[in-house]
């Protein structure tokens, strides 16, 4: 394998090539296990009218007086989402 480094090219020896693809796919590899051992909060979104938010509907926020139909986020990109489709007063609660 012929590699370009800042306008050169250099040979690198297949052994070498196989370290480093090994390496690339364990550091992929471990960064996917520590994604999946982080403990997630789930948290639900209420806004000031006590209901909650239970999907989108047609790219806006949908709210609902049913609990049971509440959908959990997992992160607070989802709740900044939200919060930008409408103009209620939102909290968030923790389960």
Known sequence: MVKK????WIYV???QRVSLVRNFFKRILFIKMKQKNKKQ????????????FCGL???YPQ???NWEMAKP?????QFNNVQRGTIDKLEILYL
């Open 41 to 52: 909060n789930e948290f639900i979104v209420v806004n000031q009218f006590a209901q909650v």
């Open 13 to 15: 020896p297949f052994n």
């Open 57 to 59: 509907r047609g790219g």
């Open 5 to 8: 480094i800042r306008h050169h």
């Open 73 to 77: 986020l997992l992160n607070l990109e």
């Open 63 to 65: 709210f609902d007086n």
